[in-house]
């Protein structure tokens, strides 16, 4: 069974920063692709960014102030976020995608969500 557990979800002021990370648990051989998605009240859940091998991508809104990182080796993937706004509030969710582990294979698995909160 694959497990994604997130951390560094907070209150910041617009303008400040906060780090997001997931650990994904399990025996876990590889991942194709890690990302954060969010969901802010009454609106669907949108993709923030994703990674890889190595490349990332981004939803324009958070271009140039957020930026994507992994650790295959470790099964982690972070987000730091830079000049958060009050736009960015939102409940994060870590994704992972074409899971492979030592017993089977998973197309997706979801965290449970970190809440991010900034204020005016």
């Known amino acids: 069974q694959v497990q994604l557990l997130e951390s560094g979800g907070g209150l910041v002021q617009a303008g400040g920063s906060l780090r997001l990370s997931c650990a994904a648990s399990g025996k876990i051989s590889s991942i194709n692709v890690m990302g954060w998605y969010r969901q802010a009240p009454g609106k669907e859940r949108e993709l923030v960014a994703e990674i890889t091998r190595g490349i990332s991508t981004y939803d324009d809104s958070v271009k140039g102030r957020f930026t994507i990182s992994s650790d295959n080796g470790r099964k982690t993937v972070h987000l730091q976020m830079n000049n958060l706004q009050p736009e960015d509030t939102a409940v994060y969710y870590c994704?992972?995608?074409?899971?492979?582990?030592?017993?089977?294979?998973?197309?997706?698995?979801w965290g449970r969500g970190t809440q991010v909160t900034v204020s005016a």
């Open positions: 994704n992972a995608q074409g899971i492979i582990t030592d017993k089977a294979n998973y197309g997706e698995a």
